[in-house]
């Protein structure tokens, strides 16, 4: 089997600064690329930032400055450093990676998630 555990959610004042934190673990054979989403009460999912196996990165505008995402590849994790943060930041955040294991072909997994909530 296998699974993604985010971890570093919590509260944190506008203006302030958290790092996400996303391992996957299990019969890994390959990890493609590896996103993070995130979904505030009553909206749809978005997408935050991507990063390829090579470390490409593309982030959407709403966080761009901001944040940043980057892996370790040897640890099969990715981060999410998020930097001035914005009450509108407030949502429940995904790990996703596209993953193929010893025994089946690539497909989604997607972590628990995690709360970041940013007051004012």
């Known amino acids: 089997q296998v699974q993604l555990v985010e971890s570093g959610g919590g509260l944190v004042q506008a203006g302030g600064s958290l790092r996400l934190s996303c391992a996957a673990s299990?019969?890994?054979?390959?990890?493609?690329?590896m996103d993070w989403y995130r979904q505030a009460p009553g909206k749809q999912r978005e997408l935050v930032a991507v990063?390829?196996?090579?470390?490409?990165?593309n982030f959407a505008d709403s966080v761009k400055g901001r944040f940043t995402i980057s892996r370790d590849n040897a640890k099969n994790t990715v981060y999410l450093q998020m930097n001035s943060l914005k009450p509108e930041d407030t949502a429940v955040y995904y790990c996703?990676?596209?993953?193929?294991?010893?025994?089946?072909?690539?497909?989604?997994?997607w972590g628990q998630g995690t709360q970041v909530t940013v007051s004012s």
């Open positions: 996703n990676a596209v993953i193929s294991t010893i025994t089946t072909r690539a497909s989604d997994y």
């Open positions: 299990g019969s890994i054979f390959s990890i493609n690329g």
């Open positions: 990063i390829s196996y090579g470390g490409m990165t």
